[in-house]
């Protein structure tokens, strides 16, 4: 079937491909969602999106890395879950937007390495120090596919939600303009509040953390 949102001449430069639509009610609106299939790997992406999305039109957009903690089992140790609500909150609220669920737990380790993250925190670790101490680097995200899944949606402005300056950078190396990044900072709750201080002071990220100092 035929790409609604870019042609199949234009999709020719594109290592992502898409697989499915459907419609998706949620408790904060309807939504489009989107499936993806990468052509180089074996990861999926899936995008929510609302309303029409137009290339000279500054598009809400988030790409949210997947946490099977936080967001399905309402882990108190990140802000992920709820900065996923918060992303479809917004999104609902402006009308259109694009929301892109990156399939990259734990920042990319997996989830049982993760888990084993998790114990090394209990222990004392940081979040970093932990994926170190398991032979892993700090971040294996990439953002490439992500941003061409947005192009993909039609988007070629966007106002990016976003508290991770990488995020800002992938995608204006990808030929997106950032137009402006929307901060989405959840106020933090107890367990992740040594999470949220390494991820300012030791990964750059762009946190107010009220409340914590």
């Known amino acids: 079937m035929k790409n609604e949102f870019q042609s199949d001449r234009a999709t020719a430069e594109f290592t992502v491909k898409k ?32 309303g029409e999305i137009k290339p000279d039109c500054a ?16 882990s108190l140790k990140c802000d992920c879950g709820p900065q996923l ?46 994926n170190l101490r398991l032979g892993f680097d700090i971040d294996h995200r990439s953002y490439d596919q992500c941003a061409e899944v947005i192009k993909l949606l039609g988007a070629r402005r966007v106002r990016l939600m976003s508290n991770n300056p990488d995020k800002v950078r992938a ?14 900072e959840i106020k933090p709750k107890a367990p992740a509040f040594k999470y949220l201080i390494t991820k300012k002071e030791k990964m750059g990220h ?8």
């Open 19 to 50: 697989e499915a639509e459907a419609n998706l009610p949620t408790e904060f609106g309807l939504f489009r969602i989107v499936g993806f299939r990468s052509e180089t790997s074996d990861e999926e992406f899936v995008a929510l999106v609302k």
């Open 59 to 74: 598009t809400l957009v988030r790409i949210h890395s997947q946490c099977l903690t936080g967001d399905v089992f309402n």
């Open 85 to 130: 609500e918060r992303a479809m909150e917004m999104v609902q609220a402006e009308g259109s937007g694009i929301i892109v669920y990156q399939h990259q737990e734990g920042r990319g380790i997996g989830i049982v390495n993760k888990i084993r993250a998790y114990a090394l925190q209990d222990e004392g670790a940081d979040t970093i120090e932990a």
């Open 171 to 184: 995608l204006r190396d990808a030929g997106i303009e950032v137009v402006e990044r929307v901060p989405l």
């Open 206 to 213: 762009l946190l107010q953390l009220n409340g914590i100092f």
